[in-house]
């Protein structure tokens, strides 16, 4: 994929980025189907994520590298993939890069093939990829992506993608992966809040997050929960704060920031917004043994704890 750029420097600063929303497709796309709704009397079983939709897919890297790994993993050209910007000059871009990218695989497979017939019979690759320009979802088909991506667009953004006209139902979309811009908790809750609840049918399954260019992305995968399935709804760093100890440090570090940039905020102002109440209730009792424990105190001071 570092082919495709002309610097080195925006590459591995683009791929830093976006490698780890990666991993939770990949951990994802190897995990069995379970049963969801189909409609109000039928259940169906999940198939395995087969068919990725990248929504805002920009240039593509993202959408290149998922597939090219899936290539690789499988030798195989099943995996269906669809890729939609809004942006037709970006969709341009995308698909020069991904004819070097089959030019390369070409080679590649070319060169590890130990005879003529071999290569006759390989010809060049083709990986299955099919940009679209248009706004939102409104690209595919019903049955065409088992998964949707959206990354490098704000939470309102999202949601509003997400949860008009019903589209993922319509879609029979049943895993979605997201990386907002927006990082501060009470974005993130609402975010959160409108795939968990409303009668929205989305259950968190797996977090992760990178700090990059005094930035943090907090990525997250959500699966359309079993119809029998009571909900469960989770809460934003469930899953970081149960993770690796790299990762869990880069959360510890988020949060020791948001609680001291709120604790300024209500400095200055006397009251906080009500997510920013939410959020720092829920970090400070259901957590309270975690590395920002001592950050927490001058709430129990001024009494923001509900």
Not at 5 to 10: A, D, F, G, K, T
Not at 28 to 37: D, R, Y
Not at 252 to 261: F, G, M, P, Q, R
Request: aromatic fraction near 8%; charged fraction near 25%; proline fraction near 2%.
């Amino acid at each position: 994929m570092e082919m495709l750029s002309s610097s080195r420097r925006s590459f591995n600063r683009t791929w830093a980025r976006m490698s780890p929303l990666m991993d939770l497709v990949v951990s994802a796309s190897m995990q069995v189907g379970e049963h969801v709704l189909k409609d109000e009397t039928n259940i169906q079983s999940t198939a395995r994520l087969r068919s990725i939709a990248d929504i805002g897919c920009d240039h593509g890297l993202l959408s290149l590298s998922l597939a090219s790994m899936a290539w690789s993993a499988s030798q195989s050209l099943d995996v269906g993939t669809y890729r939609s910007d809004i942006s037709s000059n970006a969709l341009s871009s995308a698909i020069l890069s991904l004819d070097k990218v089959n030019e390369s695989l070409s080679r590649s497979a070319i060169s590890d093939t130990s005879n003529k017939e071999d290569i006759d019979e390989l010809g060049s690759i083709k990986l299955p990829i099919d940009f679209r320009v248009g706004n939102g979802l409104i690209t595919l088909e019903p049955g065409e992506a088992d998964g949707v991506i959206l990354a490098g667009m704000g939470v309102h953004t999202m949601i509003e993608i997400l949860t008009g006209s019903n589209a993922l139902d319509v879609l029979g979309t049943n895993y979605l992966f997201l990386q907002p811009t927006n990082s501060r908790p009470r974005h993130l809750l609402l975010l959160y809040d409108a795939l968990q609840n409303d009668g929205h049918q989305w259950e968190l399954r797996d977090e992760n997050i990178v700090f990059l260019g005094g930035r943090w992305y907090i990525n997250s995968y959500f699966k359309r929960r079993q119809a029998c399935k009571t909900a469960t709804t989770h809460y934003l760093g469930d899953f970081l704060s149960k993770d690796d100890i790299i990762s869990r440090a880069a959360y510890e570090s988020y949060v020791t920031h948001h609680i001291n940039w709120l604790r300024q905020d209500y400095s200055s102002k006397a009251q906080l917004e009500i997510d920013d109440e939410r959020w720092l209730n829920h970090v400070c009792k259901c957590n309270a043994n975690a590395g920002w424990r001592d950050d927490c105190e001058w709430i129990r001071s001024n009494k923001i704890y509900k």
